[in-house]
């Protein structure tokens, strides 16, 4: 049973990396929508990511484990070229991460904790650690396209040495520069559809397509402000299996919300929600696990303190119903 947990959660870490902080663009009128950044901006994201699943364990019943983490992040531009492309260093100010599960494997981790990690969490906390010691930086066009990410050799040696080789830093790499949308060059009218695909290698499962259909639904107003509004749907698509297990993902539902401050030229908050089954085929057995998550980013005002670990006590239900708050209108705003 302990076996069948683990291999489970370092799935789940597989999903966690391949949702990726969505970021989107809109068009306003006959105006494609660019990210706009400018030598020494700065912004603060908050991300927030909830798991529950439901592990099949054989003679052992059902198994169910929760997790949270919140991640806390500073993006600043160190410089912008002639071409508008920018230079943005991402730095994580703290991490809080708990993990709940039978068989003894329910831990915390909090970066900013003087106590050492114990158990499982003593297991993670190399990685946490210098993703907070280190920060990394990539390369933005202007139309969001990621061109270069790099990553220090003390994160890369960590990450690369997490157990059971779930992530790895060329898998890091890989998520950032590709699952970042590209912006449409032409304008968009509600309803266009467009799908990005990234393909990344894990050096658990292999390569791993994960294909995201965004949906423009016009513009929403939020306490006063207006943003671009976006539906993206994740479907994950695994390449041919080489280990002893044949693992394959069936998307169950897959939703959520995107903002675009198009203003400001960067995401405001998105969030994005999805069940999965998780099959896993060891010879004639096969073990459908469920999950659900929800993946949630928003920046942070300027004097904002946020609370992290808010849920921490509590059980970990994901929630799979969007904000009802406002609704989209059907038409873009005319531009000014």
């Known amino acids: 049973m302990l076996s069948r947990i683990s291999a489970c959660w370092r799935l789940c870490a597989i999903v966690l990396v391949a949702s990726p902080v969505l970021v989107a663009s809109s068009a306003r009128g006959a105006e494609p929508l660019v990210w706009k950044w400018q030598k020494g901006d700065a912004a603060r994201y908050l991300m927030t990511?909830?798991?529950?699943?439901?592990?099949?364990?054989?003679?052992?019943?059902?198994?169910?484990?929760?997790?949270?983490?919140?991640?806390?992040?500073?993006?600043?531009?160190?410089?912008v070229s002639e071409d508008g492309a920018a230079v943005v260093e991402q730095r994580v100010e703290r991490i809080v991460m708990q993990n709940k599960a039978g068989a003894g494997q329910e831990f915390k981790y909090d970066s900013d904790s003087e106590d050492p990690p114990a158990g499982m969490a003593a297991l993670v906390a190399p990685a946490f650690d210098a993703m907070v010691a280190h920060p990394f930086q990539m390369t933005m066009l202007p139309t969001g396209e990621i061109t270069e990410v790099t990553l220090s050799d003390e994160l890369s040696k960590a990450l690369d040495n997490l157990p059971g080789g779930a992530v790895s830093s060329d898998m890091i790499k890989q998520m950032s520069q590709q699952a970042s949308l590209k912006f449409p060059t032409e304008p968009l009218a509600v309803g266009d559809k467009w799908t990005t695909t990234a393909e990344v290698t894990s050096p658990a499962i292999g390569k791993m397509k994960v294909h995201t259909t965004y949906t423009y639904d016009g513009v929403r107003e939020v306490d006063g402000k207006t943003y671009e509004a976006f539906t993206p749907a994740i479907e994950m698509e695994l390449g041919e299996n080489k280990g002893p297990m044949a693992i394959d993902f069936d998307t169950k539902e897959s939703t959520g919300e995107i903002l675009?401050?198009?203003?400001?030229?960067?995401?405001?908050?998105?969030?994005?929600?999805?069940?999965?089954?998780?099959?896993?085929?060891?010879?004639?057995?096969?073990?459908?696990?469920?999950?659900?998550?929800?993946?949630?980013?928003?920046?942070?005002?300027?004097?904002?303190?946020?609370?992290?670990?808010?849920?921490?006590?509590?059980?970990?239900?994901?929630?799979?119903?969007?904000?009802?708050?406002?609704?989209?209108?059907?038409?873009?705003?005319?531009?000014?």
């Not at 798991?51 to 410089?79: K, N, P, R, Y």
Request: aromatic share 2%; proline share 3%; charged share 30%.
């Open 260 to 336: 675009f401050d198009r203003e400001k030229g960067r995401v405001f908050r998105s969030r994005v929600l999805q069940t999965v089954d998780i099959r896993v085929k060891m010879g004639e057995n096969e073990i459908v696990n469920s999950m659900k998550q929800a993946v949630e980013m928003r920046e942070l005002g300027k004097d904002e303190t946020p609370t992290l670990g808010a849920h921490a006590e509590e059980e970990a239900e994901v929630d799979t119903e969007t904000d009802s708050e406002a609704t989209p209108t059907e038409e873009p705003a005319a531009t000014e």
């Open 49 to 79: 990511q909830s798991m529950g699943m439901t592990i099949q364990a054989g003679a052992g019943g059902q198994a169910e484990t929760s997790m949270q983490q919140d991640m806390l992040m500073d993006w600043a531009v160190e410089d």
